[in-house]
Structures are given as C-alpha cells and as structure tokens.
C-alpha cells in the first residue's frame, strides 16, 4: 500500500480526445494490501477510460462490500461514486440506470459479493441487460474477514492454512452467457494488454457486460497451490484470441498478422476485430462459447479473452421501452395529469 | 322474537366460496345501494387461496355515513355449502338466512329466532340458462336480483350497472340482466314482505367516491411524480403497482414517441426492490416500492444505508397480518415498530398513516416531497382493509398550481456559483438537513463518494469518533426538523372538561370515531386524537399530557402505537390504556364499544346501559 503519491506529472503528457488527462480518472490511493491483484485492475480502468475520451463526471461507479467494493475510491476521482451494501449493487445500479439512462454505469464486485450473497442480484440484472459494465474482481477468497473461501473458488484448490476446498465452483461468465449477458470476458488483473480493451469494449457494448477478472489475493490466497494465484493463473490461461477494440471515432490502421480476423461491430459503431486460430469458437455463438469454457475446463486451462459478444444485445429502457428522456430530468408538467383528469376519475368511482 | 327492522342501516354477509366469480355480483350490490345515495361500506374478507375456500364480503349500509365495520350480521345470503351452520349460527337474533332453496335446509337448522328466505337459485338457473360455465356467475346474480327485490331496492339501479359494466359486450348483459330479474320476481312473488330491512333512496352520498385505498395510493404516486418503481409481488401491496402501471399507460405516454415516461421494474426479491428505488432516487428520480411485513423485513438493511447516506425513498407498507406465512389477507397494523425503528445502528424513519382512499393519494404524493425534502425514506402505512377494499370517501383533489418540492439539490448553476467549499454532508442552514447533487450535473463540481457514516462533512473517508459523532447528532436535528413538516394529529375536543382521550390511526378511524360517538351518546365525554405521522409533534403529547388517561385502539396485539408514545413521548406508562383489535378482521365498532366499556368499568367507570340503536351494541 502506498501513502503518498507524487501529484507531479510530465508537462507534455498528452491528454486524450475530450481534452481530460491521464491523472483526472484517477482516484484516493489505495488502502489494498500492496501487490493486490486489485489494484491492477483500478489501473487498467482509468487507462480505459482515458482512452475511450469519457468524460469523468459523466461515469458512476457502484459496488457492493468486499475489498473489491472499497476499490471505486482508488479510481475516477472526479465520478460520483456510491458503495452500497454487501451483494446489493446490481439494484443500486438498476435503480440508477432507470433514473438516468445518459450516465455511463461501472459496477465493481468481488466474488464474494456476486457469486454468495449477490447471486440472486447479479443474474437478474444480467436477466434484465441494465446497461452497465459489471466487473467481477475474483480472487476466490474472502479478503476483508481474513481469507474464507468464496464460491468461485476451483474445488479442489488449496489455501494457505493447507485445507482444501471440496465445494464446486461458480463460473460466473458461464451464467452470464446462459442468462443473456451480451458481453462476456475474462481476464487476468497481471495481464493489462488484455485487461485495458476489454474494458473499453465493456463500456462501449450495449446492454450488460461483464468481466470476470482473475484477481490474486497477495495475503490469503496466493499460495502456490492455490488455483487463484499469480502463478498458477500465469502457467494455466489460455487466451481465446488476441484482439484490438476500436472505438467508433477511430478507423482501423493497425496490421494483422494472425490467420483468421473476425468482426463485431457494436451498437454505437465500435469494432471488435478478433484475430485468432481457424477452429476457434465463433464467440457470437452462445452454445459455442460455453463449450469452449467448459472444454478448456476440463484441461485445467482459464480461457481468457472475449467468451462472447451478442452485438445486437437490447437493454433495459428498450424492454421497458421507457421515454428516451433521463427519467430524473422530467417535472410536473411531464409528469402529473392534472385536476381534470382527476376528477375525471373521481366520476369513475361513483 | 322480534324480525329485525332497519332502513339504511343494517348488515348484509355473502357467503360464498373463492374464485365463483362472486365478487363481482357482491360489489354490483354494494355499488347500487351507493348510487342510491346511501353510504356504503364492503368488506371482502377472504383466504390465502384462489379457488375454493369460503369467503365473505360485508356490505354495511348506513345513512348516517359510519362507514367502518360495525360487527355482528343482520342478513346473511348462504351459498357456500362449507359454512352454511357457520353462516347460519352467526345470525343475530332476529335476522334473515336467504339461502339456496333447490336443496332443503338441513333439519337442525331449527333457531326460531332467525327468518329464513328460501330461493332456490341453483334450480333457477339451470331451468333459464343453457351455458354450464354461465350458470355459476348467473346463479350470484340471481340472488342478487332477490336481495333487491327483499331490501325494495330500485331495480333500474342494477340493471343500468350492468349494463354499463357490459357496455363493451352487449350480449352478456342480457343474460345478466335476466338472472336479476329472475332472483327479483322470485323473492317479490314468494317472499314479499319477509324482509323488514329497507334501502331507500336517499341524498347522502353527495360528491363522494368509492375507490380502494390501493388505487390511491397509486394516483398519488402517478400525481406525486415516480418514474421509477422497484417492486415484488406481495399480498396486500401488489395492486398498488398493477394500478400505477395502468395509470401510467393512460397517463405517462409520450404522444411524439409512445414510450412511457416511468420505468416499472418488477425485481427478483425485496432487497433489490428497494436496492432501485435507492439507486433511482440517488440519481435524481422519485421512485417508490410498494410491499408488505415480510418485505419490510428484507428492506430493513437497505433502509438503514438510505438513512445514514441519506437518500430520498418511498416506502409503501400495506400491512397485514404476519408472518410470511401468517394470514397474508388478513388486516393489521402490526409493522409499525419494525418500520420506524427499521435497519440496524440508530436509524428512525417517518411514517405517514392515512385513514381513507384521499389521505392515501394525499399521503403518497406529501411523501415523495417529503423524502426529497428531509433526504431520508417515508414510509406511508397502509393496510389491507384500507388498500384492498372500496371505501366511501371525499373526492381525490389535486391544486393545479401545485409544485414538486425536491428540497436541497444543487443544479449546475448553484454549483458554478459556490463561493466555498461544497460538502454533502455539511449543514449550511441549521436545519440538519444538508444540499446534494445529482450525478453528472457540472463537470467538475458536486461530485462525492456516497457511503454509509465512515466519511467527513465532505464525504470523504474517515472512521474519526468525533466525526461520526457530529455527524449523528446532525441526523438527530434533522429528525426535529421532519416534526414540523409532516402533518398534524386530527384533534377533536368534545369538553374541556373530559378527562379521557382516545387515540387512534390510519384504517381504525371510521369504528373508532362511531365507537366514541356512540359513548357520548351514553353520557360519556371523550376527546379524541387520530395520529398522521411519526415522529410525534409536541401537540401529540401534550394532548397526552391533558388527559387523566387515554386509550391507544390499535390493530395489534402489544400496542405497538403506545410502545412508540411512550418511548418517544417520555409519558407515565400507567396513562396510557392498549384496546387491542388484532383477529385479522376490519376492526369492528360494537367491539371497539364494548372492548372501551370494559376497559372503562375496570378503572370503576360504568356507562348506562341504553337500548340498541344506530350503531350501538346490543
């Protein structure tokens, strides 16, 4: 953990489209243990976010409890924040998202707050397709009450005090996918080449998005025989594809090598371009992804990457088909019928 | 025995069974004895299923306008074959059992002090109508059309319902009306004269509506501005919901684009219910949830983050009898210590409590101002026989020039224009009460982490006593601040002199104030005090403080008014006198009456005993 940070940064640092530089989506310093998994992730964020150009105060981050939950004051200062209770953003952002459906929502949960005590609320809001970037901080663990295993936890791993646990674990990207999740990933918090555009992809897709970001925890669960630690993650991920997210303002220059190249295209024009093996799963396939989770599984292999992207995903103010208004701008004269009106319905009481 | 005689003034019970479609034929009647000018007042009491079991609806008809339930049972119309000796024994001496006549009355019905009217209903409908899935709902009609002609009602008065009820599908109006006339001119041919209760037209009813409180509640939302809705069904509450999404589809269309300004979003449990209506109201919106005793249960850590964060909510609680599985649609006010002291840490919330269907739209709509204003929930407490059941009341009113108060929000303008340092949690006017923003306002103004207390005046993180400290004795002000915006106690002072006070709320007021009515009518002087609203105002207790001994009636069995009085009043226990009606049923007048006189002749007070009269004991 660090306690000061130096607030000076290089004079010609660039900033980005929209005029804000690198250090406006930065947030308190961190209070995580040092070398947290964590804290990579928050760094991954603000470097998507500077990238994609989005203003700051324009984004609302949201979370639940769980030293994951208390990270959204480690990133964008400068966004209205809300650290709800235990298991209980995905509400809170649907609520949120209802009241203004202009604002950029960023959910950040622990594995402990989506896969125990949130399940319930994390699939519904998947159910649901609330517009929001849902990013599961997953370290397999329960950090702040001092290691407990959490339900992500692979069956079979073995934590620090050597016990073993015999419980199966919940793939949380494999829900996402079958309850209609329009984008669906996986990460490492060690592997930020991956982790940045991923995130922007995230942000950029409509409907719910959701990352699954292996996150080691450094005090209670990085043991070598751990199946969440650094290490074992490093020995054992194999990436979907490589890929380049390309924001809709931007046009493609880059060169590609790899054999095969595929294109999505999301709702606001932004590009996926995938590029990887010929045999590999066509990741807008649902029953192809979650094979693809499932076979990688049963090798011991994480699948990382983009699991699966449907880009013509629908969300919640198109199904409740609500006024293209931020429902928190509207005021009387939107809002309430009047004296006539009801009186008119006085007389179809009598 | 003497056949019991009564114009405008009696009790009718239906006796039938759930899901045969019964409903409708007993709200036809009730409806009609209202469009004849004469207060009314149905009951539906009914059973935790959606077909078979016995269910009851009671029509009290009283000129006078006492609209609450009266207790005891002049006529009872037995078609439930279940309860027929039930419906039978609850009889009061001198009433009438109409029942169906095509099978005879076991021989053991034998109480001489009972009439009973014979129409044989099943023979006459299968003998009229050839449709077997008709038959059923002819056959509620048919009697009906008997109790019409039994009571001298107008029959034009129902035949002109019906047929404004089938104005969309003629063709079923026919038969309809044919089933009444049949039940009339059977009853009028074989019973005339049998039945000495009358309705008769009369002017009372003026500009009155009927209207569930449950459809009020929703119109005071839809008139108080939600956009948004968090919910999950639960027995009382869910019509309040049906209702505001049938509003706002007439209501809240967008002409240019069809879309709907307000978003319904049904969730996966309680929690998240109120988890949206705390996020939307966060974000700028008004939002509110409807639920019941278990979902206040499941709200009641949500409820706490609201209170300390300090975010608007509106909390509708439908009360019914608990547990979850209790008597989901059975009556009480049971929640009322679970609601103001809901959550952990020091947390207190305020409860509005209306009386009828208008102080429902009234308190709903006060509500959303109010959790804007004061930044923390308002729980309005309904119940079930309010919310459920038609009540006869004043007209909904609206004043045009009427205008949201959304309290203390900073909009981009306020922002640019700060001179200092902004602070969520800062009070700047002494009121507790601090100024928030929405997100997304200003670009690089206004902007705060909300969190439960580990945070400064300016929201930033800290576990500092001192701080936490300041911070609660803030919460306490504000809480002193809400007293003087939420609305007063009904007080009415019959005599100076009198030394006993009744204190009653919410869905008891109608029983409550005949009860007393009653009483003076005895000779005995009582002042009476009807609660709106927790927290107390100091009027509430110095009414206490006037009087020798008050009596708290309330529909549960600890007294869980008294308990709050006496917790936040500081008052002597001994003055205060629980009269407990909790059976699940609309608290009754002859009970309340009797329940008092008790109460009264145990502390050496005795009451003239006087002869049965318009809704006295007897």
Same mark, same amino acid.
């Given at each position: /953990?660090?306690?000061?940070?130096?607030?000076?940064?290089?004079?010609?640092?660039?900033?980005?489209?929209?005029?804000?530089?690198?250090?406006?989506? $930065?947030?308190?310093?961190?209070?995580?243990?040092?070398?947290?998994?964590?804290?990579?992730?928050?760094?991954?964020?603000?470097?998507?976010?500077?990238?994609?150009?989005?203003?700051?105060?324009?984004?609302?981050?949201?979370?639940?409890?769980?030293?994951?939950?208390?990270?959204?004051?480690?990133?964008?200062?400068?966004?209205?924040?809300?650290?709800?209770?235990?298991?209980?953003?995905?509400?809170?952002?649907?609520?949120?998202? /209802?009241?203004?459906?202009?604002?950029?929502?960023?959910?950040?949960?622990?594995?402990?707050?989506?896969?125990?005590?949130?399940?319930?609320?994390?699939?519904?809001?998947?159910?649901?397709?609330?517009?929001?970037?849902?990013?599961?901080?997953?370290?397999?663990?329960?950090?702040?009450?001092?290691?407990?295993?959490?339900?992500?936890?692979?069956?079979?791993?073995?934590?620090?005090?050597?016990?073993?646990?015999?419980?199966?674990?919940?793939?949380?990207?494999?829900?996402?996918?079958?309850?209609?999740?329009?984008?669906?990933?996986?990460?490492?918090?060690?592997?930020?080449?991956?982790?940045?555009?991923?995130?922007?992809?995230?942000?950029?897709?409509?409907?719910?998005?959701?990352?699954?970001?292996?996150?080691?925890?450094?005090?209670?669960?990085?043991?070598?025989?751990?199946?969440?630690?650094?290490?074992?993650?490093?020995?054992?991920?194999?990436?979907?594809?490589?890929?380049?997210?390309?924001?809709?303002?931007?046009?493609?220059?880059?060169?590609?090598?790899?054999?095969?190249?595929?294109?999505?295209?999301?709702?606001?024009?932004?590009?996926?371009?995938?590029?990887?093996?010929?045999?590999?799963?066509?990741?807008?396939?649902?029953?192809?992804?979650?094979?693809?989770?499932?076979?990688?599984?049963?090798?011991?292999?994480?699948?990382?990457?983009?699991?699966?992207?449907?880009?013509?995903?629908?969300?919640?103010?198109?199904?409740?088909?609500?006024?293209?208004?931020?429902?928190?701008?509207?005021? $009387?004269?939107?809002?309430?019928?009047?004296?006539?009106?009801?009186?008119?319905?006085?007389?179809?009481?009598? | 025995?003497?056949?019991?005689?009564?114009?405008?003034?009696?009790?009718?019970?239906?006796?039938?069974?759930?899901?045969?479609?019964?409903?409708?034929?007993?709200?036809?009647?009730?409806?009609?004895?209202?469009?004849?000018?004469?207060?009314?007042? &149905?009951?539906?009491?009914?059973?935790?299923?959606?077909?078979?079991?016995?269910?009851?609806?009671?029509?009290?008809?009283?000129?006078?306008?006492?609209?609450?339930?009266?207790?005891?049972?002049?006529?009872?119309?037995?078609?439930?074959?279940?309860?027929?000796?039930?419906?039978?024994?609850?009889?009061?001496?001198?009433?009438?059992?109409?029942?169906?006549?095509?099978?005879?009355?076991?021989?053991?019905?034998?109480?001489?002090?009972?009439?009973?009217?014979?129409?044989?209903?099943?023979?006459?409908? =299968?003998?009229?109508?050839?449709?077997?899935?008709?038959?059923?709902?002819? @056959?509620?009609?048919?009697?009906? #059309?008997?109790?019409?002609?039994?009571?001298?009602?107008?029959?034009?008065?129902?035949?002109?319902?019906?047929?404004?009820?089938?104005? @969309?599908?003629?063709?079923?109006?026919?038969?309809?009306?044919?089933?009444?006339?049949?039940?009339?001119?059977?009853?009028?041919?074989?019973?005339?004269? !049998?039945?000495?209760?009358?309705?008769?037209?009369?002017?009372?009813?003026?500009?009155?509506?009927?209207?569930?409180?449950?459809?009020?509640?929703?119109?005071?939302?839809? *008139?108080?501005?939600?956009?948004?809705?968090?919910?999950?069904?639960?027995?009382?509450?869910?019509?309040?919901?049906?209702?505001?999404?049938?509003?706002?589809?007439?209501?809240?269309?967008?002409?240019?684009?069809? +879309?709907?300004? !307000?978003?319904?979003?049904?969730?996966?449990?309680?929690?998240?219910?109120?988890?949206?209506?705390?996020?939307?109201?966060?974000?700028?919106?008004?939002?509110?949830?409807?639920?019941?005793?278990?979902?206040?249960?499941?709200?009641?850590?949500?409820?706490?983050?609201?209170?300390?964060?300090?975010?608007?909510?509106?909390?509708?609680?439908?009360?019914?009898?608990?547990?979850?599985?209790?008597?989901?649609?059975?009556?009480?006010?049971?929640?009322?210590?679970?609601?103001?002291?809901?959550?952990?840490?020091?947390?207190?919330?305020?409860?509005?409590?209306?009386?009828? %269907?208008?102080?429902?739209?009234?308190?709903?709509?006060?509500?959303?101002?109010?959790?804007?204003?004061?930044?923390?929930?308002?729980?309005?407490?309904?119940?079930?026989?309010?919310?459920?059941?038609?009540?006869?009341?004043?007209?909904?009113?609206?004043?045009?020039?009427?205008?949201?108060?959304? #309290?203390?929000?900073?909009?981009? !303008?306020?922002?640019?224009?700060?001179? !200092?340092?902004?602070?969520?949690? @800062?009070?700047?006017?002494?009121?507790?009460?601090?100024?928030?923003?929405? &997100?997304? =306002?200003?670009?690089?103004?206004?902007? *705060?982490?909300?969190? #439960?207390?580990?945070?400064?005046?300016?929201?930033?993180?800290?576990?500092?006593?001192?701080?936490?400290?300041?911070?609660?004795?803030?919460?306490?002000?504000?809480?002193?601040?809400? @007293? +003087?915006?939420?609305?007063?106690?009904?007080?009415?002072?019959?005599?100076?002199?009198?030394?006993?006070?009744?204190?009653?709320?919410?869905?008891?007021?109608?029983?409550?104030?005949?009860?007393?009515?009653?009483?003076?009518?005895?000779?005995?002087?009582?002042?009476?005090?009807?609660?709106?609203?927790?927290?107390?105002?100091?009027?509430?207790?110095?009414?206490?403080?006037?009087?020798?001994?008050?009596?708290?009636?309330?529909?549960?069995?600890?007294?869980?008014?008294?308990?709050?009085?006496?917790?936040?009043?500081?008052?002597?226990?001994?003055?205060?006198?629980?009269?407990?009606?909790?059976?699940?049923? %609309?608290?009754?007048?002859?009970?309340?009456?009797?329940?008092?006189?008790?109460?009264?002749?145990?502390?050496?007070?005795?009451?003239?005993?006087?002869?049965?009269?318009?809704?006295?004991?007897?």
């Amino acid at each position: /953990m660090t306690f000061f940070r130096p607030t000076f940064r290089h004079p010609e640092l660039p900033p980005n489209a929209a005029g804000y530089h690198r250090r406006d989506y $930065e947030g308190g310093i961190s209070t995580l243990c040092a070398g947290c998994g964590h804290d990579s992730i928050c760094n991954a964020i603000i470097q998507a976010c500077f990238e994609l150009a989005l203003p700051p105060h324009r984004i609302v981050k949201m979370s639940g409890i769980g030293c994951s939950s208390k990270s959204p004051a480690y990133f964008l200062g400068k966004s209205h924040g809300f650290n709800s209770v235990h298991g209980r953003m995905p509400s809170i952002a649907t609520g949120a998202n /209802m009241a203004n459906r202009d604002l950029i929502y960023l959910g950040v949960s622990g594995d402990g707050d989506t896969a125990s005590i949130g399940m319930g609320q994390f699939i519904h809001a998947v159910r649901r397709s609330l517009n929001m970037l849902y990013i599961v901080m997953n370290n397999g663990c329960y950090g702040l009450t001092k290691g407990q295993y959490s339900a992500t936890a692979d069956k079979g791993s073995k934590s620090k005090k050597g016990g073993v646990n015999v419980l199966e674990s919940i793939d949380l990207c494999e829900l996402a996918i079958q309850l209609g999740a329009g984008f669906v990933a996986r990460s490492f918090s060690g592997d930020k080449a991956q982790l940045v555009p991923l995130i922007k992809a995230g942000l950029s897709h409509r409907g719910l998005s959701f990352i699954d970001v292996i996150s080691p925890c450094v005090t209670f669960n990085n043991n070598p025989e751990s199946t969440k630690s650094y290490h074992w993650v490093r020995e054992h991920s194999e990436a979907t594809n490589t890929f380049d997210f390309v924001p809709f303002r931007q046009t493609i220059t880059a060169e590609y090598e790899d054999d095969t190249v595929q294109e999505v295209v999301l709702h606001d024009n932004s590009v996926i371009h995938l590029h990887k093996h010929h045999d590999a799963p066509d990741i807008t396939d649902r029953r192809q992804a979650i094979d693809s989770l499932e076979d990688h599984k049963a090798q011991g292999v994480i699948l990382t990457g983009v699991l699966y992207v449907n880009p013509d995903s629908t969300d919640t103010h198109e199904i409740l088909h609500t006024s293209e208004r931020p429902l928190n701008s509207l005021d $009387e004269t939107d809002l309430c019928p009047g004296s006539a009106v009801l009186e008119a319905i006085n007389a179809r009481h009598r | 025995m003497k056949p019991l005689a009564a114009i405008n003034d009696f009790v009718i019970r239906f006796a039938t069974v759930n899901g045969s479609g019964s409903a409708s034929a007993n709200n036809l009647f009730a409806k009609a004895v209202f469009r004849m000018g004469v207060p009314v007042s &149905p009951k539906n009491i009914f059973p935790s299923n959606i077909q078979g079991l016995p269910t009851w609806y009671e029509v009290r008809v009283n000129e006078q306008g006492h609209v609450g339930r009266r207790g005891d049972i002049d006529l009872v119309v037995a078609v439930n074959g279940q309860t027929l000796r039930q419906d039978y024994d609850s009889l009061a001496p001198g009433g009438y059992f109409v029942f169906d006549s095509s099978k005879p009355l076991p021989e053991d019905f034998t109480r001489d002090d009972v009439i009973a009217i014979g129409i044989p209903m099943t023979a006459m409908c =299968t003998e009229a109508f050839d449709n077997p899935k008709m038959r059923p709902l002819l @056959k509620n009609i048919i009697y009906v #059309g008997a109790l019409a002609a039994l009571l001298d009602m107008e029959l034009e008065v129902l035949t002109d319902s019906l047929r404004s009820q089938f104005r @969309k599908n003629p063709t079923l109006a026919e038969p309809n009306i044919r089933a009444l006339e049949l039940g009339y001119g059977y009853a009028r041919d074989h019973h005339a004269g !049998a039945c000495l209760l009358t309705v008769r037209r009369s002017d009372r009813v003026g500009d009155a509506i009927m209207m569930d409180g449950n459809s009020a509640t929703a119109l005071g939302a839809l *008139y108080g501005g939600a956009t948004v809705v968090g919910w999950y069904p639960i027995t009382p509450s869910t019509s309040i919901i049906e209702a505001f999404g049938h509003y706002a589809e007439q209501f809240r269309i967008e002409t240019d684009t069809g +879309r709907i300004k !307000a978003a319904i979003v049904q969730a996966e449990d309680e929690l998240a219910a109120i988890g949206i209506v705390i996020g939307a109201a966060w974000n700028g919106a008004r939002a509110f949830t409807a639920t019941s005793g278990p979902g206040i249960s499941l709200m009641a850590e949500f409820l706490g983050l609201a209170y300390f964060a300090e975010v608007p909510a509106v909390l509708i609680n439908v009360q019914r009898v608990g547990p979850s599985t209790g008597m989901p649609t059975r009556t009480q006010q049971s929640d009322l210590l679970a609601c103001a002291y809901a959550s952990h840490g020091d947390t207190k919330h305020p409860l509005l409590f209306p009386c009828d %269907p208008r102080e429902c739209f009234e308190m709903t709509a006060d509500a959303f101002d109010l959790a804007d204003r004061l930044q923390t929930p308002v729980l309005v407490m309904s119940d079930l026989d309010l919310g459920m059941n038609d009540h006869y009341g004043p007209p909904l009113v609206w004043d045009p020039a009427r205008r949201y108060d959304r #309290g203390k929000v900073m909009d981009a !303008a306020r922002l640019e224009a700060l001179a !200092a340092r902004w602070g969520r949690y @800062k009070d700047t006017d002494g009121d507790g009460i601090c100024w928030r923003t929405y &997100p997304g =306002t200003h670009p690089d103004k206004g902007v *705060y982490f909300t969190r #439960g207390t580990s945070r400064d005046e300016y929201s930033t993180y800290t576990e500092d006593s001192s701080t936490y400290v300041r911070n609660m004795e803030r919460l306490a002000l504000k809480w002193e601040s809400a @007293k +003087r915006l939420l609305p007063l106690a009904r007080i009415k002072i019959t005599s100076g002199e009198a030394r006993l006070g009744v204190v009653f709320y919410g869905s008891t007021t109608p029983a409550a104030y005949e009860a007393i009515e009653h009483l003076r009518h005895r000779g005995l002087a009582v002042n009476s005090m009807r609660i709106r609203a927790f927290p107390f105002q100091q009027e509430v207790i110095d009414f206490i403080s006037a009087h020798e001994l008050v009596f708290v009636i309330e529909q549960n069995r600890d007294g869980q008014m008294r308990t709050l009085l006496l917790n936040e009043g500081g008052l002597p226990p001994a003055k205060l006198v629980t009269i407990a009606a909790y059976d699940g049923l %609309p608290v009754a007048s002859r009970f309340l009456v009797r329940a008092l006189e008790e109460a009264l002749a145990e502390r050496g007070v005795t009451l003239p005993t006087s002869p049965r009269d318009q809704g006295g004991v007897p």
